[in-house]
């Protein structure tokens, strides 16, 4: 693996991203496993098909001696009916551990949404909306007496005259029309 060769600063924040990356990669293989599981289980020759090997197995230990064809058939199906039960309760099972693993996810976002809520700032709610009005009124006052102001400059002893500037524009011609007006006055 490659070692990141930056500031000392980013070199933290490079392993956390590396870290989590490992993570990633590590909850995908975990879905691939799950997945492949489910398709195993899922498909549909192994609905109907017995599990011979383990229900033999199982058929040859619980059988002694002499069994007639009934009580073979019986205790067959009897085995088939328990692997049944217990595949259904490992599905049921993994449901279950699913719908806990969706609860305890949505109960996180609820929590983050919470907090996020707790976060506000509206504590008392009629008293600020009357403030509020006010606070635009005084808005609007402020916006209609509002002189624009000078633009920031990054350094003032640069000579910028040659750049457009709609404000010096404006201002010679103000200058201009006074100076044009006092030479009419006269």
């Not at 600063?9 to 599981?37: F, P, V």
């Not at 109907?48 to 059988?63: G, I, N, W």
């Not at 506000?120 to 403030?131: G, R, T």
């Not at 009005?133 to 640069?158: C, G, H, R, Y």
């Amino acid at each position: 693996m490659a070692h990141y060769k930056g500031a000392a600063s980013e070199a933290g924040r490079a392993m956390q991203l590396m870290k989590k990356r490992e993570q990633q990669i590590q909850d995908i293989e975990i879905r691939k496993k799950r997945i492949e599981e489910d398709l195993k289980l899922n498909n549909i020759e192994n609905k109907f098909a017995t599990h011979y090997d383990a229900v033999e197995q199982q058929l040859k230990s619980s059988t002694i001696g002499l069994v007639t064809l009934n009580e073979m058939k019986a205790k067959q199906e009897n085995i088939v009916k328990e692997r049944e039960k217990k595949l259904a309760q490992k599905q049921a099972e993994k449901e279950r551990e699913r719908q806990r693993q969706m609860e305890a996810k949505q109960a996180e976002k609820n929590k983050q949404k919470r907090q996020i809520q707790a976060l506000s700032f509206n504590l008392e709610d009629d008293n600020e909306e009357k403030e509020q009005n006010e606070d635009e009124d005084m808005w609007q006052l402020q916006l209609e007496s509002f002189v624009p102001k000078k633009k920031i400059k990054k350094d003032p002893t640069v000579d910028t005259s040659f750049l457009p500037d709609r404000e010096r524009e404006e201002e010679e011609n103000r200058l201009r029309e006074e100076l044009r007006q006092e030479w009419a006055e006269q």
